[in-house]
């Protein structure tokens, strides 16, 4: 069967490959669910991997199937399966449990092995082909409403794991009940959080470079958030002026922002850091202030990376939640829709970041 493959390490080496078709007995004790790929989103992660700055091969394997955003439909279950039928949707989870308490605890999200287990990323073929075989544990079930949007489940999943994170830790005090919150960022990951921290009632401002109008600041307008160019005016400002952020979630991807964000946090808030940052960037910080308001204040910043089933589970709902509040929104994410897999690599190579663009999605096989 067709797949998209690189050599990890390699620059521009993804190509369509022939690779052999996954067989259920894969896994073991008849729990193997044999998954036809659907759909399947692509994000800056899957452009490093393709460029050799990320990624891993599979033991045993010279090569890595990339592809880590997914959505299918079941063709085939071993005779322990009784989770899923023939003919559901599925969407799989990214990253499977590896050595260490928190995996064996189902939160391989929150290992601390250094070596983590990623459909696509690390260790684990991903799904830019026609078949994949996992266990119904890794296999998140997809009511047929949400068909046209499920590709859509992984990166919402990391913002649910994030906010879910920031509540978890907010706990702390007692009786906290956010209304306000900032993104930075409006890429999909900082799309997705608007509306779902909309979904939560909080007035939200989004934060990006650009000015607005365009593509990006309607569709944070649409959902209800306020959209603002950090051109115009910059967190700091905003902050001060219109009143704290109790939640800040940076989705930026450009780190500097991150320590502005610290000390645009007020006492007792919670900063969410989720942007994946390869570079090197270095900058000059107060470091004796942010530190001293830190402590005076009860900040609390936390990173967050991937999810865990629950956080899944509750991106089905929000995105439900989403179709139904704001009809037609989360399809308009998808800025590119490309047909089948031979045109990948090129799409993969070329991956458009910049503010025209939101998300490209591949539709690898037609929607039953
Ligand atoms: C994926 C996450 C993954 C992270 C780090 C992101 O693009 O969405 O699931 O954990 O990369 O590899
Ligand atoms: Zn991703």
Redesign the pocket.
């Known amino acids: 069967m067709k797949a998209i493959t690189v050599f990890p390490g390699k620059p521009d080496s993804a190509h369509v490959a022939d690779v052999p078709r996954p067989r259920i007995e894969e896994v073991a004790g008849g729990r193997g669910v044999l998954v036809k790929v659907l759909k399947v989103g692509l ?3 899957d452009k490093e991997i393709s460029a050799g700055e990320y990624g891993t091969a599979p033991v045993g394997s010279d090569y890595l199937v990339i592809g ?2 997914s959505f299918g439909v079941v063709e085939e279950v071993g005779e322990r399966v009784s989770e899923l039928v023939r003919g559901e949707f599925v969407v799989a989870m ?2 499977h449990p590896g050595e260490g308490l928190y995996d064996s605890l189902g939160l391989p999200d929150m290992t601390t092995s250094e070596t983590y287990h ?1 459909h696509g ?2 260790l684990l073929h991903g799904f830019l082909t026609e078949y994949y075989v996992d266990a119904p544990e890794q296999l998140i079930k997809i009511p047929p409403g949400l068909k046209k949007v499920a590709v859509l489940l ?2 919402t999943s ?1 913002v649910e794991k994030g906010i879910q994170q920031a509540f978890e830790i907010q706990r702390r005090l007692k009786i906290w009940r956010p209304q306000r919150a900032a993104v930075l960022g409006a890429g999909p990951i900082g799309l997705l959080a608007t509306a779902i921290l909309r979904l939560r009632g909080m007035e939200v401002v989004t934060f990006a470079l650009e000015r607005p109008p365009y593509l990006r600041s309607e569709l944070v307008e649409a959902v209800g958030a306020r959209y603002q160019s950090t051109q115009e005016r910059p967190l700091s400002a905003v902050a001060a002026e219109d009143g704290r952020f109790e939640l800040i979630f940076e989705a930026s991807g450009f780190s500097p922002l991150a320590f502005e964000a610290m000390r645009a946090l007020s006492k007792n808030d919670v900063l969410v850091l989720s942007s ?1 940052t390869g570079g090197h960037r270095e900058i000059r910080v107060p470091a004796d202030v942010i530190n001293l308001e830190f402590v005076l204040g009860n900040k609390v910043m936390v990173g967050t ?3 865990n089933r629950e956080a899944f589970e509750s991106g089905v709902r929000d995105l439900a939640m989403a179709e139904a509040q704001y009809p037609g929104w989360l399809e308009r994410l998808v800025t590119r829709r490309v047909e089948g897999l031979d045109k990948c690599p090129q799409e993969v190579r070329l991956l458009d970041m910049g503010p025209g663009a939101i998300k490209t999605c591949v539709d690898v096989a037609q929607l039953p």
Do not use: K, L, M, Y
């Open positions: 994000d800056g992660t880590h955003e990214v990253r990623e990323i690390s992984e990166p990391v994946v990376v991937n999810a």
